[in-house]
């Protein structure tokens, strides 16, 4: 039935793609050779071994009109657009956790300041779960036409029902905790520009966790979760103010294929800010890309975090896997919140490589490992690794996004599926 639902929402969003592509915001086309094709779809698709400089690039909803709708290929380069523009799209997602999520989205996008500059994106959009999840949110990137200042938006709202298997690092022997809550988060940063490629930024974060619902603690368990936190709550808070570094020098905010990302950010929940208790966070991470040829073609991308506390998170906010920072995509291989603990370290590495040379399919490798204390006097564990596949599908050939397929492996026969519009890192 899982599957039904799967085949019968793809084909919903890709009729619905076709009806909305010729609106879909993108970043101005690479100007270059464009090459004429003929109408079938194996013409289409380039072999791998042609010069990549040579080939027209197609996204998926071009080549779909093309072979579908008879839509002829633009042969000439797209004339470059700055300032914002918006179009409304739908949604497709798939996690081990909720199932397939169906939604729409209002995707505002552009360079504010124009050619040259960087990316503005802000994505409004909502989605229903197979599971019954639903989920509101809005998030993105929004640049001052100077580039001063960056504006952060993270808000989401949340009505889900989520496992937990206690603290500390994978177990197979664990238990499963089934609990429902509803998130409402606000999280609101500015950064400004400071010298080259580094910004810096002060935050409001205000996370709430309301109807808690524990089910084997209302069964009269003594559960991970009330063990914890000395009690079944129902509610949880937390609000406090941060400082954040941001060095950003990656040649697509996207898709990167050379440069590097640092982030950092120390919070500061207090309870004269309405938290539920004193405590503070730390959050670091690496991102760096490297082409392995003169081309894009192939890439190896490293992606490091660290996510520490102190004192006592509310058991919903203590680090946990797939709960990391932009997208939770940390973890691949293992459901959201298999792990957890006071702190954790993460590591991955990924190699990707473009299959065809018009950019249309490629195809992402990668091994990681999380390391995790349960609690402050308690060591780091060793890692719990986790490794898998996935596909690429162009979604659009200027900015390079992609729909991305994602099967992970970890430890016990553990295993993740998930289908995004977001690269991992």
Not at 93 to 107: K, R
Not at 126 to 149: C, I, P, T, V
Not at 318 to 347: A, E, K, M, N
Request: one cysteine or more; proline letters at 4%.
């Amino acid at each position: 039935m899982k599957h039904r639902i799967f085949i019968i929402t793809a084909a919903l969003f890709v009729a619905l793609g076709l009806h909305a592509a010729h609106a879909q915001t993108s970043a101005p086309a690479d100007s270059g050779y464009v090459a004429p094709t003929n109408s079938a779809l194996t013409d289409s698709i380039a072999t791998s071994t042609a010069p990549p400089d040579t080939v027209a690039q197609r996204a998926i909803f071009e080549v779909l009109g093309h072979v579908i709708l008879h839509k002829p290929y633009k042969t000439e380069p797209s004339k470059p657009r700055t300032g914002l523009h918006w179009s409304i799209l739908p949604t497709l997602s798939y996690n081990t956790v909720y199932g397939v999520a169906v939604g729409a989205m209002v995707a505002i996008a552009g360079q504010r300041g124009g050619a040259g500059s960087r990316y503005s994106s802000l994505k409004l959009g909502g989605n229903y779960a197979s599971s019954g999840q639903l989920q509101a949110y809005l998030r993105g990137d929004l640049w001052s036409k100077s580039e001063k200042f960056l504006f952060v938006p993270d808000v989401r709202w949340l009505d889900t029902d989520r496992k937990t298997w206690g603290l500390g690092s994978f177990d197979a022997s664990d238990q499963k905790y089934p609990m429902s809550f509803i998130l409402s988060r606000a999280f609101l940063t500015t950064y400004v520009h400071t010298v080259g490629p580094v910004y810096l930024g002060v935050g409001y974060h205000y996370d709430q966790f309301k109807k808690i619902t524990d089910e084997r603690a209302n069964k009269g368990e003594d559960t991970p979760f009330t063990i914890y936190s000395g009690g079944a709550l129902q509610q949880t808070v937390a609000s406090g103010v941060s400082g954040n570094l941001l060095v950003d020098a990656r040649d697509n905010e996207v898709t990167p294929t050379r440069g590097y990302f640092v982030s950092t950010s120390y919070r500061a929940y207090l309870t004269d800010l309405g938290s539920d208790s004193d405590w503070n966070e730390l959050w670091g991470e690496f991102r760096a890309y490297r082409r392995l040829s003169r081309t894009d073609r192939n890439v190896i991308g490293v992606w490091l975090y660290g996510w520490g506390t102190t004192d006592k998170p509310p058991y919903l906010n203590l680090p946990s896997s797939g709960w990391d920072r932009p997208h939770g995509s940390g973890s691949r291989g293992y459901v959201h919140g298999r792990i957890r603990g006071q702190d954790q370290l993460y590591g991955e590495i990924e190699y990707r490589r473009v299959l065809t040379a018009n950019g249309l399919l490629g195809a992402v490798a990668f091994v990681n490992g999380l390391s995790t204390r349960e609690t402050a006097s308690s060591k780091f564990e060793s890692p719990d690794p986790g490794a898998g596949l996935g596909l690429r599908i162009r979604l659009n050939k200027h900015s390079r996004a992609n729909l991305c397929i994602d099967h992970g492996w970890g430890l016990g026969g553990s295993q993740s599926w998930q289908l995004s519009m977001n690269e991992a890192f």
